[in-house]
């Protein structure tokens, strides 16, 4: 899982739930799903790669992402590359209940995603991966998404606001596809993530990768407010979590 075995990559996109935005839009959850062509093995790890644009933009195909998952598969894992959905706008992250709603149904599609690789295993084992080598995240509000699933465990060490924010929008867990299954993580990464609270993470957690740069306003390497200052809450970033 180094190196690269295998020189071509299948892929394949499937729908592994749904759910609504914020304007009560009916989402289809859709994600891409990397496999290294040719590959006999019966259990695999799993990445799970969410991408980047500050939680109003981009896609599953965004190039950073389509590169980090073939190169994966290329090594033996299998990979995807999941939507999830996002802001009505960039302008509308302006509002501090709104930025945390977008973000926890972000986790909730991540935690959705999970699961439905773990029903798979259950079942059909269609993508045979191992169900304890299963890890997400993702590049900025993909790392985010991502780190924050993993160690954000229960609404009660979140703030009033945002428990309550949290409930209307269907809890941490949420309805966005595949219940009944487990949505734990093996570790997590964020190429410029971040994470809200420091204290969610304790020493019995799961282990985290970070690649940051410090001159970065977007998802700052320390403290501080995302899209240079535009955003009104706070984040620890890669420096702060190490």
Not at 158 to 164: F, G, I, V
Not at 199 to 225: L, M, R, S
Request: contains cysteine; proline residues 4%; hydrophobic residues 35%.
């Amino acid at each position: 899982y180094q190196a690269d075995i295998y020189p071509n990559v299948d892929v394949n996109t499937v729908t592994y739930g749904s759910n609504q935005d914020l304007n009560s839009n009916t989402v289809n959850l859709t994600m891409d799903i990397y496999q290294p062509q040719g590959d006999t093995a019966s259990i695999r790890p799993l990445i799970i790669f969410a991408h980047g644009g500050s939680f109003s933009a981009g896609t599953k195909n965004d190039a950073d992402i389509v590169y980090f998952c073939t190169q994966m598969a290329k090594k033996g894992y299998v990979c995807a590359s999941i939507n999830y959905r996002l802001a009505p706008s960039a302008f509308s992250l302006i509002a501090e209940e709104t930025t945390v709603k977008v973000v926890l149904m972000a986790i909730q599609d991540g935690k959705a995603a999970v699961r439905y690789f773990r029903q798979d295993a259950a079942t059909t084992n269609t993508y045979k991966i191992n169900p304890d080598q299963i890890f997400m995240g993702g590049t900025s509000a993909g790392g985010i998404l991502g780190i924050n699933l993993a160690y954000l465990d229960s609404n009660d060490t979140m703030t009033p606001n945002w428990q309550n924010w949290s409930t209307q929008v269907g809890g941490l867990e949420g309805n966005s596809g595949n219940p009944g299954y487990c949505s734990y993580v093996n570790g997590t990464f964020g190429f410029a993530g971040g994470v809200a609270q420091l204290h969610w993470i304790n020493n019995n957690d799961v282990p985290w990768y970070g690649c940051h740069a410090e001159t970065d306003n977007t998802v700052k390497i320390g403290y501080g407010q995302p899209l240079n200052g535009f955003t009104p809450v706070y984040l620890y970033g890669s420096d702060s979590i190490n």
